[in-house]
């Protein structure tokens, strides 16, 4: 998750792990772009943008966010963010945050019903 800096129009996020002929990556520069969230979920706010991490294997994995045309967190030539677990970046820092996300019980609707039944009894049936 994380929050768009002002003046990026879009936001990308290029994971990836390793480094030389070891690296594996999300997608090549700059990365996929995130989608903005149209409604809140257990995690984040509406407009917060969200971008589900692909399994790219062990290691240990780092994160840079672009605005696919020259700005990017951390700067060039700079290590990418390193996270495990659902992380959270606010726009501007230097570091993500970890965040736990509350499971919404599911709602149960219920509705009143009514039953009605006669019965005819005569002696001996």
Known sequence: YATKPSGWSKM?????TGDGATA????AWPGVEMTAMA????????????YEVPDLGEGTYRVIFSNGSGSQ??????????????????????????????????????A????SATADLKTGE
């Open 39 to 50: 409604a809140a979920d257990s995690c984040a706010k509406a407009g917060t943008y969200k």
């Open 73 to 110: 967190m951390p700067g060039a030539s700079q290590p990418g963010f390193e996270f495990s677990g659902k992380v959270s970046w606010d726009g501007s820092s230097a570091s993500l945050t970890a965040i736990t996300c509350t499971a919404t019980p599911p709602v149960i609707k219920t």
């Open 112 to 115: 009143d019903i009514t039953f």
């Open 12 to 16: 990308y996020a290029y994971v990836y």
């Open 24 to 27: 594996k990556n999300n997608a």
